[in-house]
């Protein structure tokens, strides 16, 4: 069962030190073996592509990209509620992500001189979205819809086959929602690599977004240059700050709506209460027991769950800061106190009505998040993501020749004299 620490400014921090080794820990062998696939793509295309899909899916789609008639023929076989959910949540994302977007300017000088900077989305994007058993359309409607926001030129995504070599409806009704303008029916590490590098029907992309297991997150990363990616995720965390007036019941269902993830996904429960402690191990017991994947939530919550009692809730956030965690709950009497204390966060969820699966499917902040405590340094998925940015420069003959000194003094400094010279050839 989950672990009781009580805080003593040692033990608590032993903690985040094992759980940053099971972050950063990654399987050797995996990266000789994506290696492989991805020089196999990059030489023979769609070809080696389809064996893959044989091998690792079980059965090769007649043809990889999905038409516009099979589309809407997945599309008519969903469940017509599911239809109108992801509608409502799709409205909610645009809603929260139309906020973030971002213009370009021009500004000028009273000696003519004008600058500025242009934004603009990305050509083209790629999206990978698992399939199988972690099928999950939510991340297809929060990768694609900020990307659209953002002017992306054109969007292709990546799931793999079902067994039967058919595509998942559910995945395809919320990528046509998004506005997903091209579909391909092809999955792990062999899919990242047709992205990036192209193939014959596959087009290469400028960036790869999206979920996947360790072969995905292996590709994207030793793919990065050749592209970019959003980031490499880890296990799912979720941090829960609580003081004496939360509820229990909540709290333990909460931790463990991240800990069926994986079992190595994290779930952390900070309180200054020693009794509510104990009554959220009780309910971790008796709830998992109702649970279908109960054998997983014990397991994520035997070795990286754990109950932190801290002796106030000052010492509460300031853990809170140190281990900057994907996902925080704060349920306590005022959560919207800690609002701007609570600096290290992907997302932050306030107050008992507030849960974490909220932000997962529907309210429309982002659920693309970062994790193993890049917190620290790194944002949620955005429109910023799928947006690039040049600036721009005009200067009069009258306005360089003004500068022109300290330009060259700039560059003569630096030994560069070429740098120099690039403005004295101007005025001699």
């Given amino acids: 069962m989950i672990t009781t620490v009580i805080a003593d400014g040692k033990k608590e921090y032993e903690f985040i030190d094992y759980l940053k080794k099971r972050a950063q820990s990654s399987d050797k062998n995996v990266i000789p073996v994506v290696s492989e696939i991805l020089e196999n793509v990059r030489e023979n295309g769609d070809a080696a592509v389809r064996g893959y899909t044989v091998k690792f899916d079980g059965k090769a789609p007649d043809h990889t990209e999905i038409t516009a008639d099979e589309i809407d023929s997945l599309i008519a076989s969903c469940d017509s509620a599911y239809l109108d959910t992801i509608k409502k949540a799709a409205a909610n994302i645009a809603d929260f992500h139309q906020r973030q977007v971002q213009q370009s300017w021009l500004t000028t000088k009273s000696n003519g001189v004008m600058m500025g900077q242009r934004v603009r989305g990305l050509r083209r994007v790629g999206i990978y979205v698992p399939g199988g058993t972690a099928a999950y359309p939510s991340s297809v409607l929060m990768n694609a819809i900020p990307a659209k926001i953002a002017g992306v030129q054109e969007i292709v995504m990546c799931t793999p086959p079902q067994k ?24 792990g590490a062999q899919a990242v690599a047709a992205l990036a590098y192209g193939t014959e029907t596959v087009p290469k992309v400028d960036k790869i977004v999206g979920p996947g297991n360790i072969f995905v997150a292996t590709a994207k990363k030793l793919l990065y240059g050749v592209v970019d990616i959003d980031m490499i995720a880890g296990p799912s965390e979720i941090l829960i700050v609580a003081d004496k007036t939360a509820n229990p019941k909540f709290l333990a269902a909460d931790l463990m709506s991240q800990a069926e993830h994986d079992r190595l996904a994290s779930s952390i429960l900070l309180t200054d209460s020693p009794e509510l402690a104990e009554q959220t191990k009780a309910e971790l017991a008796r709830q998992a027991a109702t649970l279908e994947r109960e054998e997983i939530i014990h397991s994520s919550l035997d070795n990286f769950g754990a109950i932190i009692v801290c002796s106030d809730l000052s010492q509460v956030i300031d853990f809170a800061n140190e281990l900057a965690p994907e996902h925080l709950e704060v349920c306590c009497a005022n959560p919207m106190e800690y609002v701007g204390k609570l600096d290290n966060a992907g997302s932050v969820f306030l107050g008992n009505y507030s849960p974490e699966p909220l932000g997962d499917y529907f309210a429309g902040p982002n ?62």
């Avoid at 998040?369 to 949620?380: D, E, N, Q």
């Avoid at 306005?399 to 120099?420: Q, S, V």
């Fill in 164 to 187: 039967d070599g058919t595509a998942n409806p559910n995945i395809i009704a919320a990528a046509k929602l998004a506005g997903v303008d091209r579909i391909f029916l092809m999955g």
């Fill in 367 to 428: 659920h693309v998040l970062p994790t193993g405590g890049t917190a620290r340094f790194f944002s949620p998925l955005s429109v910023d993501s799928f947006v690039k940015k040049s600036s721009f420069i005009y200067y009069t003959e009258e306005a360089l020749r003004a500068d022109a000194e300290d330009i060259i003094r700039f560059a003569d400094t630096e030994g560069l004299t070429a740098h120099a010279n690039s403005i004295k050839v101007r005025f001699d």
